[in-house]
């Protein structure tokens, strides 16, 4: 620029100009460098000679004025976060002086600036004749804030997504995922603290404080429990998982407000379970709690270690199956099998269905208490208002001795004895390579024979242990019902009923009313319903 190629010396007879070599002499660019360098009173005639002549020597173009001859002046300023400090040099008249850079630096500390200086910059600036501008020349350090907690969840909410697949690649939709399972004392999320943050300077040396992170508390619910230092999350109870009130809850009941359909898929679960609606054909529900069932069940499954409670009743179009180790209550019964590890109730109907029951079944309660069609099987006693019905249709009713726990005895019994058998066999091969063992004549084949029949041995005997276990408790299931055998009909008993009673089975040919039917001396005789 026109003002850099120019320079002002101070003699003692006055103010001279003096071009450099790259200066372009015009009038403007003098007359420019003369104002902008304060020089207001000069030898306009001088000057306009001196552009003319191209002179690269010194020129006198004005007497000296003691009021503009000022010597270099500096100042600062500070950002409003106190984290940069900008110098400004305000150059000297002619060729007074410039500030060295120790000046510069005694300067800022002066002015308080006292962390953070860059004296590379300070000096490049004074070497560079940097005037006129503000440059920064200090950097303080900023704080950071800290980290705001966070809670980690160590467990995956049911997605409501097929997550299994059945024949063919395609995707079973009542495999819905909508039941998170938990067990007691299972990790449900933890909480990573939040951190203090790290503190700053000011370029005055000012500390600064970072914000220290945002605590956030673990979202303990009910049917949780926050460990003794406050970073983990455990399940107090088994039961399902939900998120409410942004609170992790264990509740040990799983609620369906509605049906148990596609929207919500099969439920496996550890507790109980409720659904205020019906259960479609074709779900499942499984569990180690209680089941109730306050609409209608369909052709659907149900299996519970606890009881099984139906408000409404089964309709059960041949596909129904319902398992208990408990109770089973229902309205009615249509086409559906029952088993039961105690009592069975129904309040009406049962049709057509497969009844089975350690204890009782008693069909009571309604006008329409009847059980007509099908098969009905109690370890102990039945009990209804009407048996059969006027049509003739055929009804098993067998009570005593369960048909099916005589079943199982026999294949336990089949099992027991093959076992034994493949016991003896493996102990004589044994017997016989022991002996090859103490003479020395036994090579690595017969060795890993050995081997191989000793843990065969361990097997069947545990097995054997086993079926005699289970033999033991079906005899004493069976001598327990045996005394206690009964089937009672408080209304009518209708011709094509088979009753069976401890193994001996009575054809009913004649309409009977208010009886019931016993075991007495080999035979089932009928006496009256309170016997």
């Known amino acids: 620029m026109a003002i850099d190629k120019y320079a002002l010396e101070i003699h003692e007879d006055g103010l001279y100009l003096r071009a ?20 207001q009173k000069y030898d306009s005639a001088a000057v306009e000679v001196y552009a003319k002549e191209r002179s690269l020597e010194p020129r006198r173009i004005a007497d000296r004025d003691p009021s503009v001859e000022k010597q270099a002046e500096m100042e600062v300023r500070v950002s409003p976060d106190g984290l940069t400090a900008e110098l400004w040099v305000e150059p000297p008249f002619a060729d007074l002086p ?3 850079e120790e000046q510069a630096l005694l300067f800022l500390r002066e002015k308080g600036i006292v962390e953070g200086v860059d004296s590379s910059i300070v000096a490049s600036l004074i070497s560079e004749r940097s005037g006129k501008i503000w440059i920064p020349v200090a950097y303080g350090v900023a704080p950071s804030d800290g980290v705001d907690a966070e809670v980690e969840y160590k467990v995956e909410f049911g997605s409501g997504r097929p997550k299994e697949e059945v024949d063919g690649g395609k995707v079973d939709l009542r495999n819905l995922s909508n039941v998170t399972i938990i067990l007691k004392d299972q990790l449900l999320a933890v909480k990573h603290p939040p ?5 700053g300077v000011t370029v005055r040396g000012e500390p600064l404080k970072g914000k220290p992170g945002k605590d956030r508390p673990l979202p303990a619910g009910a049917g949780t429990y926050v460990s003794e230092d406050g970073l983990s999350l455990h399940a107090m109870i088994d039961g399902n998982l939900v998120m409410k009130g942004n609170k992790l809850n264990v509740i040990p009941v799983f609620q369906v407000d509605g049906d148990v359909d596609f929207s919500i898929g099969n439920i ?63 309205g009615f019964v249509d086409q559906a099998k029952l088993r039961s590890g105690k009592d069975i109730n ?25 059980i007509a069609g099908g098969k009905i099987q109690a370890g102990h006693e039945v009990t209804c208002l009407t048996l059969g019905s006027e049509m003739g249709t055929r009804t098993e009713v067998a009570v005593g001795v369960l048909p099916e726990l005589a079943e199982r005895k026999k294949v336990v019994l089949a099992s027991l004895a093959e076992n034994e058998e493949k016991a003896a066999k493996i102990e004589a091969n044994l017997a016989f390579l022991k002996k090859a063992e103490e003479s020395e004549q036994l090579d690595e ?38 005394a206690r055998g009964c089937v009672r009909v408080k209304g009518t008993c209708h011709p094509g009923v088979t009753v069976t009673v401890r193994g001996v089975t009575y054809v009913v040919r004649e309409k009977q009313t208010f009886c019931s039917f016993i075991y007495h001396e080999g035979e089932v005789v009928i006496r009256p319903f309170d016997h």
Do not use: C, Y
């Open 20 to 39: 450099r070599e790259d200066a372009d002499f015009s009038l403007s660019s003098v007359v420019g460098f003369l104002k902008s360098h304060g020089v």
């Open 98 to 100: 410039w500030p060295t």
């Open 195 to 199: 951190t203090e943050g790290n503190p």
């Open 268 to 330: 496996n679960f550890i507790g109980a379970v409720v659904v205020n609606g019906a259960v479609r054909e074709g779900f499942e529900i499984n569990t180690s709690g209680n089941i109730e069932i306050r609409g209608v069940v369909e052709g659907a499954h149900l299996s519970s270690k606890g009881d099984i409670m139906i408000t409404g009743g089964v309709r059960g179009m041949n596909k129904a199956l319902l398992q208990a180790d408990g109770d089973i209550s229902a």
């Open 346 to 370: 129904v309040n009406n109907a049962v049709l057509h269905s497969d009844l089975g029951a350690n204890g009782k079944i008693t069909v009571l309660g309604g006008t329409k208490a009847q």
């Open 445 to 482: 084949n017969k060795r890993a024979l050995m081997i191989s029949l000793t843990k065969a041995k361990f097997q069947t005997q545990s097995q054997l242990i086993a079926a005699a276990d289970e033999l033991k408790e079906i005899d004493a299931q069976m001598e327990s019902s045996k």
